[in-house]
């Protein structure tokens, strides 16, 4: 099986969740059977309760064979199960939830099904399932590691013979000779006879009579000293339920019926209905696999797997993994099929429509320098956990990106279109587990007439971070991490045009790979869709008496979530939550180019200016003396008056920081009363409509106002320049005009 094969089986087992099988191939029971109208077929009813969430595995073996899965949901759940005729056995599994563990027992443990007879009521075996918590009463854990010491503490019996012994490995020992003995005095002790970077398992052995007894035991990772690699530096105790499956072993990942499931290797124990288990790399799972037990087959030898966490691997843990890297020139693509097969798959990540590739478009001239990119950042992880339960988890994960390039470009015509940067992916492995660091960058150009910007860029750093901890304190927090420095560029505009270095990065549990030429991966965690920096320039103030003048409106941007999203090639699944993060960062007021040509060409007799800061569409409409209205759909008057641009203009070509003027040449403006208004034509899913109005005659300001959605009419008389100038409100028009854009 290719890795692509094997991840893209493994994307389809965490994203669909379909039915599972059991050993076997045999798929499970319906929860209830209808009986035939005129033959009964015979059955039992099987009723599971466990406590609130926790789920459960029976096992009916006979005749015929039955697992019955109760999920994690609810406290009980029934069958009517078909069976044949005979003598049935019930085994139901032990469970760990949440640290805890629950036993189960069957009433009756062993029952009959009956033959139904022709014309006499049948009556069915009725078996009970009941799960209940196991109080722990031995046990050794780990409350402390590090490089040099380990702290161990213990629970045993009053007057009951034991001793703890230290073996190398995983593998605990059986009798006090087999390992080392640990000095044990009172409730806890600190072993400080530990080697840097070796894993240890201790073991509390009871002794009953002249016999020792295994009751528990706890697997070690004592970290590296300072300055090994940071991949070596993981202190860590497994959980006393969970599986950690070392590279050599024989147990067997398969993808199956779209679900994990492992057949374990000889000699292995069953492990319980929702141990942490842990897979290395293989050819079915290349990046490994971090889960739990959702399901047991009948004869114990079959377990299948579901996505799990870090606590469910781990009684303690202290995980301060370095994502810093190298910087590395990332390759623009060049191959017009990949890169058009690289483009759908950015806009299927990032809801952005796909746009053609720019490179042999007719009117594109683009040089790019680089782009450089620098991996940053770090993830933590802290459990503690007593008596094998996870009591706290504090995590602080900071995922930051550094981009630096510089571009001149030159456009001409009315195009949209993309360039494609080959993404950067890594797979760390700390403790065994995989953690996915992947960034997909692009740069996209849009323009509509004629454009030429030389050196455009500069250093961007973009990014998020999140901490928070669970457990007998919640919290939550998060926010962007931004940093740039942004070269000035030398504009010249006829139209609009903007410019976007963009992508989208996932960091968490998981495995993400590009190496056979196509992008795959599967990440748990914190992902976000970022624009490093997005400019967008327009000409403005068209008066042909005082030259071309352009504005460039520069913003940057990030939205974060955390969730599931897994990729391959074109498909795209993603399973996260709502937005918890969306940022945006205006680098300045707009600017100008030339400098101040805006106030040469704006300080006319009369000049209105509509500014906001969203996405919407707004517009603003001016009513000249005469009546004649100047406004998106007829942006010309007879008398010189223009309207310099239509911002956001259908939703289409979005700014964050857009703006509009309505003006005249000096000395052109009529005398009279002009009204003026703002008009929202969409809201672009926009929450946002507040606005901002300022009305300028002879350039003193007479109005300066703002508001939110459609507003009243300014009514501005304009006159005798020795009198002051009339300002009144009158009421919002009925009907606004429109006209579709």
Not at 96 to 116: D, E, I, L, N
Not at 237 to 252: C, F, I, L, M
Not at 539 to 561: Q, Y
Request: hydrophobic share 35%; proline share 8%; with cysteine.
């Amino acid at each position: 099986m290719s890795r692509l094969t094997a991840l893209l089986s493994l994307i389809l087992a965490l994203s669909f969740g379909l039915p599972a099988l059991p050993a076997g191939g045999h798929a499970p029971p319906p929860e209830t059977m209808a009986a035939a109208k005129k033959k009964v077929r015979p059955y039992a009813v099987v009723k599971v309760t466990t406590p609130s969430g926790v789920p459960a595995n029976v096992v009916v073996t006979g005749p015929q064979k039955r697992v019955l899965v109760k999920g994690s949901s609810g406290r009980s759940k029934q069958w009517k199960a078909v069976l044949k005729p005979g003598r049935y056995r019930v085994k139901a599994a032990g469970v760990v939830h949440g640290g805890v563990r629950y036993a189960a027992s069957a009433k009756p443990a062993t029952f009959k099904v009956p033959k139904a007879k022709k014309g006499k009521k049948y009556r069915a075996p009725k078996v009970t399932v009941t799960l209940r918590e196991v109080k722990v009463t031995t046990m050794v854990e780990a409350a402390r590691v590090t490089p040099t010491e380990v702290e161990l503490r213990w629970l045993v019996p009053a007057s009951t013979g034991f001793a703890v012994v230290r073996t190398v490995g995983e593998t605990a020992a059986t009798q006090p000779g087999a390992g080392t003995t640990v000095a044990t005095s009172g409730p806890r002790t600190i072993d400080r006879s530990v080697q840097a970077g070796t894993t240890y398992t201790y073991a509390l052995l009871l002794k009953s009579g002249k016999t020792w007894r295994l009751s528990s035991q706890q697997v070690v990772g004592v970290p590296e000293l300072a300055g090994a690699p940071a991949i070596e530096k993981v202190p860590y105790a497994v959980a006393p339920t969970a599986v950690r499956v070392a590279p050599g072993e024989r147990d067997v990942p398969e993808i199956a019926g779209g679900q994990v499931w492992v057949r374990l290797a000889p000699g292995r124990p069953t492990p319980l209905l929702g141990a942490g288990f842990s897979l290395p790399p293989s050819t079915a799972l290349p990046d490994g696999f971090l889960g739990r037990v959702a399901e047991i087959s009948v004869d114990g030898r079959r377990v299948r797997l579901e996505q799990g966490g870090l606590p469910d691997l781990f009684s303690y843990l202290d995980l301060d993994l370095s994502l810093a890297g190298p910087t590395e020139t990332l390759p623009i693509v060049k191959s017009p099929s990949v890169a058009r097969r690289m483009l759908a798959e950015r806009a299927r990540a990032t809801g952005q429509p796909v746009k053609t590739e720019c490179q042999g478009q007719a009117g594109v001239n683009v040089t790019v320098h680089g782009p450089n990119f620098t991996p940053g950042g770090y993830v933590r992880h802290h459990i503690d956990s007593t008596w094998g339960v996870p009591h706290t988890l504090q995590f602080e994960v900071r995922s930051t990106h550094t981009i630096s390039l510089a571009m001149d470009l030159e456009l001409s015509g009315g195009l949209s279109c993309g360039y494609v940067i080959g993404p950067w992916e890594k797979t760390f492995f700390p403790a065994g587990v995989p953690l996915a660091l992947s960034f997909h960058p692009s740069v996209d150009v849009s323009v509509n007439g004629k454009v030429k910007v030389e050196n455009i860029g500069g250093s961007f750093t973009s990014g998020a971070w999140a901490k928070g901890s669970v457990g007998l304190n919640n919290s939550y927090e998060q926010g962007p991490v931004h940093q740039d420095h942004n070269n000035i560029p030398k504009v010249s505009f006829e139209g609009e045009a903007s410019v976007r270095l963009g992508g989208w990065f996932s960091v968490g549990l998981g495995g993400a790979d590009n190496t056979t030429g196509t992008s795959f991966g599967a990440v748990l965690g914190l992902h976000g869709d970022v624009d490093f920096f997005k400019l967008s320039g327009r000409a403005v103030f068209a008066d042909p008496t005082a030259g071309p003048c352009a504005v460039v409106e520069t913003t940057s941007r990030l939205n974060a979530t955390f969730g599931l999203r897994a990729w391959a090639g074109p498909f795209e699944y993603k399973l996260e939550t709502p937005s918890l993060l969306d940022f945006t960062y205006n680098w300045s007021e707009p600017q100008y180019y030339p400098k101040g040509c805006e106030v040469v060409i704006g300080e006319g007799d009369v000049l209105a200016t509509l500014s906001w800061r969203s996405e919407a569409d707004l517009d603003l409409h001016v009513f000249e003396p005469s009546g004649e209205e100047i406004w998106y759909a007829d942006r010309n008057s007879a008398t010189g008056g223009y309207l310099d641009t239509d911002a956001n203009a259908g939703c289409s070509e979005r700014r964050t920081a857009p703006q509009e003027n309505v003006t005249w040449p000096s000395g052109k403006a009529p005398k009279g009363s002009y009204r003026i208004s703002v008009v929202v034509y969409d809201r672009c899913d926009q929450a946002k409509l507040e606005w901002n109005l300022v009305v300028k005659v002879g350039g003193r300001t007479v109005l300066n106002t703002g508001g939110s959605g459609n507003s009243p009419v300014y009514e501005i008389k304009y006159g005798d320049p020795l009198l002051p100038t009339v300002v009144r409100e009158l009421p919002a028009p009925k009907v606004a005009s429109r006209a579709v854009k």
